[in-house]
């Protein structure tokens, strides 16, 4: 597993397009945001802890479901299950090695947005990065589910809206999930990422932590879980 993991970090620094798409547009994205709504800072304290967590998620996703597919297409993900490796410990390595980019890329993100540009929340930062953490990882997990599923890199990128779209309009960034009609409401509250936004506003609104932030914390941790031991099932051993 940190073999895994210590190969596909080492990649990852040769790439800095990657490096720039996971560690820097999520904060010009933010930055952008804060100046759109200049003229209405609390917009930006309503929205902003929002998309601090949909952000990581999607980039995560784009860059995790890409990065596994092209090793599927070059062999090496072939060349590695035939080795003594189980599906599992692959998984978790690369789980491990994106793992440890979503740490920067949600601590940069966090930390610009609260010490720079003024977001204002009334509960602790950290609590705001570890709820960006866990999204950037349950992004991870999706991606290395949906790259079992693709053929070429298009396909991966064609997955975006089946798989992150509905969630984004059903999380209840754009109006409250209560006003949706009963049956999107319905499907919203089994999507993972209404659960991250939900986390994000707890710890907007309330100083302490609620029970509300610890249950959609523990459903965003038990998707990116679950995600993940899907993905190992569903990993094959031999490229079509």
């Known amino acids: ?137 349950l992004g991870t997990a999706l991606g290395l589910f949906v790259s079992a599923f693709a053929a070429s890199e298009f396909q991966a990128v064609q997955f975006m809206p089946a798989v992150i779209f509905p969630q984004l309009l059903l999380c209840g960034l754009f109006t409250p999930r209560e006003a949706m009609h009963p049956v999107l409401e319905a499907i919203s509250n089994v999507l993972p990422m209404s659960y991250a936004v939900d986390g994000m506003n707890q710890v907007l609104q309330h100083p302490e932590i609620t029970g509300d932030f610890v249950r959609d914390v523990a459903v965003v941790a038990g998707s990116a879980v679950l995600v993940l031991c899907l993905g190992a099932i569903t990993l094959r051993r031999r490229t079509p």
Do not use: C, N
Request: aromatic share 6%; charged share 10%; no cysteine.
């Open 1 to 137: 597993m940190t073999a895994t993991a210590g190969r596909v970090l080492r990649q990852l620094t040769h790439d800095p397009r990657t490096i720039a798409l996971l560690v820097i547009v999520p904060v010009l994205l933010i930055t952008l945001l804060r100046y759109v709504f200049d003229g209405a800072p609390g917009t930006f304290d309503a929205t902003g802890a929002s998309l601090l967590g949909i952000f990581p998620l999607i980039t995560m996703f784009l860059v995790t479901s890409i990065a596994t597919l092209r090793e599927r297409t070059t062999g090496t993900l072939e060349r590695l299950l035939a080795l003594p490796l189980g599906k599992g410990g692959l998984i978790a390595g690369y789980a491990l090695a994106f793992g440890v980019v979503a740490v920067v890329q949600s601590a940069l993100a966090t930390a610009v947005s609260v010490w720079l540009l003024g977001l204002d929340v009334v509960g602790s930062p950290w609590l705001l990065l570890l709820v960006a953490l866990l999204d950037a990882l």
